[in-house]
Structures are given as structure tokens and as C-alpha cells.
């Protein structure tokens, strides 16, 4: 489905992107540039790290039971949580 708010803004941004050679240093710079002439605050002033993920847990069937030491069974390497 086409939204041609949606397009429109994608396009606007995409231009002024371009402006900068996808530079998002300089991207940032100029929005920071515009916020001072504005008053107003567009962009906050530090990226947000994204959250952690958690470390995989071994569910427990990836070895196999088998008394033999050469034997291992493959199985999933861990359970993601969903």
C-alpha cells in the first residue's frame, strides 16, 4: 500500500541525505545546526545504545547421552527466547 505522506517524507529525507553524501556525521551536524536556529530540539545530543542482547543458553539436548566420547549429537545450539 502507498501512503504518499509516507513517500513524501521518505523522499525529502533521501534528498537531504544525498545533500550530504550519506554522511551521517554531517547529517547530524546539520540537524544540530538547525535545532540552535530553531530553538526547538530535534535530535537528542547522544546515541542510544541499543539494548543487550541476552547469551544464548544451552538447552541441554546438543550433547548426546552416549557414553562415547567421539560421539556427539548435533542438535540447535540454543533456544532464542520468542
Known amino acids: 500500500m502507498n501512503d504518499p505522506i509516507v513517500d513524501e517524507v521518505r523522499r525529502v529525507r533521501d534528498a537531504h541525505a544525498a545533500s ?5 556525521d554531517a547529517i547530524f551536524l546539520d540537524i ?3 535545532e540552535r536556529k530553531s530553538g526547538h530540539e530535534f535530535v537528542g545530543g547522544v546515541a542510544c545504545q541499543g539494548v543487550r542482547s541476552q547469551p544464548l543458553q544451552l538447552t541441554g539436548s546438543e550433547f548426546s547421552s552416549s557414553k562415547d566420547a ?3 549429537e548435533t542438535g540447535p545450539a540454543a533456544e532464542v527466547p520468542g
Open 32 to 34: 544540530k545546526g538547525q
Open 70 to 72: 567421539t560421539s556427539v
Open 20 to 24: 550530504f553524501g550519506y554522511d551521517l
